[in-house]
């Protein structure tokens, strides 16, 4: 095991919680090279701990040990699964504080969103140890006589997921949580920006009762990613991979996947839209946008990226949002009074500097922020709303990723209709209205898997997630949907004699 201790003070209550070694097959162990990589705070831009740079060499060893622990882990009773993913709920919470401590210094958020997403992440272990206990198979009356047809559900085997940086608690838990109430074990590649929050869920995991094998997780730096996803994705003992992140990468992954033909599940990019109707209640749906917009500084895909506000209500909306948005504070996530942090990579803040820069060209007025901000050497950018947004500008095309808001005016429903699906992305879209006939038509017409009405964000444990078009497929949360990502439906067909 490598050196336990983080470079800065992270001021735990329990410092057993820091872990910085990969953890396979129940041990803490390093990477067969021996090299290891910095982990970087966004509000400091230093280094604050390190973690061993695993490879394609390493994938193999975690692999087969996920696959012997399955052929044990798939004969745990359902009631089994559940009161393990309860004691793993019951510790995560138990120590929300100092793990929200940890994922401050990975992703930038402020402390209190930190403590927001493992409230929203333990919804996933709370929801699927019931779930658990809810798989059911099906009979069905034969066509031909003495002929019984029926059908189970058994757990598809060894998972991979492959977790993004921007939530990296909630999305483990949320693929993690399914994998196991449905009797899968699972090999965890999380970001290299945020792999100790992982580790730290490995730890807890392992206190829970989780036998060795069931839970492993291997960090890896950017460098190192494409060649180690790939080696999961192609080995013939994964049978299930589950990606959250870019449609290009999730485009690749799928390619991987499909000469195994393994199940897959993408929840890719969002570009998504926000509609304010003239008949809206336009502090119900300011007060929406908020969050949807500018939690951890725009970089969540179901962040709204385009939003369209009738004409002879654009002015008002746009005054609105402006006075909300200049009262956010930035800062180190935590410092006291921050509401926005740091973006977690440093590209980030290019990208949005850049798409300021195509939108003044193009015309727009900056209603406030538009730069970039020098704090603690950081990666900050103001919070950043822009008027007279056209089609033309490539905010309109690109995904921001960043506190970036675009407003677009438009006349008609049709016109909003249109402009909102002109997208290659269909993950989720919002229209706030108080005409219940117009309500029903957009949940009918716009292209995207996930709808808000009157509503911002929606994501929740009960709720099924997951996009169309080139935001993916598949499922992630809800009932039975989620967990059936992580079932094979077997048929049996009886023939009785002397019975009809």
Not at 12 to 35: C, E, H, M, T, V
Not at 52 to 68: C, I, K, L, N
Not at 331 to 360: F, I, S, Y
Request: contains cysteine; glycine residues 8%.
């Amino acid at each position: 095991m490598g050196n336990r201790k983080p470079l800065v003070d992270l001021k735990l209550k329990d410092p057993d919680l820091f872990r910085n070694d990969a953890y396979i097959n129940g041990q803490w162990i390093g990477a067969k090279s021996g090299k290891r990589f910095d982990i970087i705070d966004p509000g400091t831009n230093q280094p604050f701990a390190t973690c061993p740079d695993m490879s394609a060499d390493d994938v193999d060893a975690v692999v087969q040990a996920a696959g012997a622990a399955f052929a044990t882990y798939r004969t745990l009773t359902p009631l089994a699964r559940s009161q393990l993913l309860a004691e793993w709920d019951r510790l995560i919470r138990e120590n929300k504080e100092d793990i929200a401590r940890i994922l401050v210094h990975e992703t930038g958020k402020p402390l209190l969103e930190a403590r927001g997403e493992i409230d929203y992440a333990t919804s996933f272990t709370r929801w699927f140890a019931g779930e658990a206990e809810r798989v059911q198979g099906a009979t069905y009356p034969g066509a031909i006589p003495g002929r019984r047809i029926f059908t189970i559900k058994q757990p598809i085997g060894v998972v991979a997921a492959l977790v993004p940086w921007n939530f990296p608690i909630a999305m483990i838990l949320r693929k993690a949580s399914a994998a196991f109430a449905a009797g899968c074990t699972m090999v965890a590649k999380p970001s290299p920006e945020t792999p100790l929050t992982a580790l730290t869920l490995a730890y807890l995991a392992e206190k829970a009762g989780y036998p060795k094998g069931v839970f492993n997780v291997l960090p890896t730096t950017l460098d190192n990613t494409p060649a180690l996803s790939e080696a999961l994705c192609r080995h013939p003992t994964v049978k299930k991979v589950s990606f959250t992140g870019s449609t290009r990468v999730g485009k690749i992954l799928s390619a991987h996947c499909a000469d195994s033909l393994k199940k897959l599940t993408l929840e890719l990019g969002g570009n998504c839209p926000f509609i304010v109707f003239d008949d809206a209640n336009l502090e119900q749906a300011c007060q929406a946008l908020m969050p949807l917009k500018f939690r951890h500084a725009g970089q969540a895909c179901i962040t709204a990226n385009r939003v369209y506000v009738q004409r002879n209500v654009y002015d008002s909306f746009a005054t609105l949002l402006a006075e909300k948005t200049r009262a956010l504070r930035v800062g180190h996530g935590l410092d006291e009074g921050t509401t926005m942090g740091a973006l977690t990579v440093p590209q980030g803040l290019d990208k949005t500097a850049a798409q300021v820069e195509d939108a003044k060209k193009h015309g727009a007025t900056i209603l406030t922020g538009g730069n970039r901000l020098s704090l603690n050497n950081g990666y900050f950018f103001e919070p950043t709303v822009i008027t007279n947004a056209s089609p033309a500008m490539r905010i309109a095309e690109e995904e921001t990723f960043g506190p970036l808001l675009a407003l677009f005016p438009f006349d008609t429903e049709e016109e909003a209709v249109r402009a909102a699906n002109n997208t290659s992305m269909g993950l989720a879209s919002y229209c706030f209205t108080k005409n219940v006939d117009r309500i029903w038509r957009l949940f009918e017409n716009l292209e995207a898997g996930m709808i808000g009405l009157n509503t911002g964000n929606a994501s929740a444990a009960e709720s099924p997630f997951g996009g169309i078009k080139d935001s993916g497929y598949g499922k992630e949360s809800g009932k039975d949907v989620a967990i059936n990502e992580y079932l094979i439906t077997k048929t049996g067909t009886l023939t009785l004699e002397g019975q009809y």
